[in-house]
T-cell receptor, first 113, second 114 residues
C-alpha cells in the first residue's frame, strides 16, 4: 500500500523565519510528487516534482525531490502570515492515466506576526 | 479559464438518505477524480473517471459510486448515508496528457450527516 508521511505535523514560527517541511514516501511505480497548500477550502497546487535533485522555485517557496532516499522537502523563506496553511504532500503512481493521489496528513504551519 | 466547480457547496442530510454531488472540470480536462477529506483520515482517493469510464477506485464501500458524462462533468453518489460520511468531498480535474499530470481541485462540497 502506498504511504506518504509528512513531518512535522504542526509548526509555529515567527514572521521572517525560514521553514523546511518534510515528506517521505513509499509507493509502487512512482511517477511524481506534488505539493499543495490548503487554507480553508480546496488545496491549491504548488509544485510537481518528477526528477531527483532539480529544485523547483516559486518566489519564496522551493522544493526538491530525492528519489533514492524517497523524500522531498518544501522550503519557505522569509515567511509571512499569509503562508499560514496546511501543506500537503502527495504522490502519484504511474499507470495508464491520472491515478489517484495518495496524500500525507499534512503539516499545519502557523506564522505568528 | 474557469476553475473546477462543485455543487452544492454545503449539504445537510440524515442517516439513511442518499446524496448526489456534482463536479464540472476545467474546460479541456478529461479526467475527474473524487476525494474525501476528514480530520481523522485526511484526504483519501475515492475514484477517477476518464472519458465516461471509471479507471481507478480507492478503498471505499460500494455505497460510493460515480459517473461521468460526455462533457466530462461528473457526479458522485452516496447511498444509505452514515454519520461517518460527513466530510469535505473534493473533486479534481486534469488534462491527462502523455506527460505527468497535475490535478486542480474544486472548492469542495461540505456534507454533514445527522
Amino acid at each position: 500500500e502506498d504511504k506518504v508521511v509528512q513531518s512535522p505535523l504542526s509548526l509555529v514560527v515567527h514572521e521572517g523565519d525560514t521553514v523546511t517541511l518534510n515528506c517521505s514516501y513509499e509507493v509502487t511505480n512512482f511517477r511524481s510528487l506534488l505539493w499543495y497548500k490548503q487554507e480553508k477550502k480546496a488545496p491549491t497546487f504548488l509544485f510537481m516534482l518528477t526528477s531527483s535533485g532539480i529544485e523547483k522555485k516559486s518566489g519564496r517557496l522551493s522544493s526538491i525531490l530525492d528519489k533514492k532516499e524517497l523524500f522531498s522537502i518544501l522550503n519557505i523563506t522569509a515567511t509571512q502570515t499569509g503562508d499560514s496553511a496546511v501543506y500537503l504532500c502527495a504522490v502519484s503512481p504511474s499507470g495508464g492515466g491520472a491515478d489517484g493521489l495518495t496524500f500525507g496528513k499534512g503539516t499545519h504551519l502557523i506564522i505568528q506576526p | 479559464k474557469a476553475g473546477v466547480t462543485q455543487t452544492p457547496r454545503y449539504l445537510i442530510k440524515t442517516r439513511g438518505q442518499q446524496v448526489t454531488l456534482s463536479c464540472s472540470p476545467i474546460s479541456g480536462h478529461r479526467s475527474v477524480s473524487w476525494y474525501q477529506q476528514t480530520p481523522g483520515q485526511g484526504l483519501q482517493f475515492l475514484f477517477e473517471y476518464f472519458s465516461e469510464t471509471q479507471r481507478n477506485k480507492g478503498n471505499f464501500p460500494g455505497r460510493f459510486s460515480g459517473r461521468q458524462f460526455s462533457n466530462s462533468r461528473s457526479e458522485m453518489n452516496v447511498s444509505t448515508l452514515e454519520l461517518g460520511d460527513s466530510a469535505l468531498y473534493l473533486c479534481a480535474s486534469s488534462q491527462n496528457g502523455p506527460a505527468p499530470d497535475t490535478q486542480y481541485f474544486g472548492p469542495g462540497t461540505r456534507l454533514t450527516v445527522l
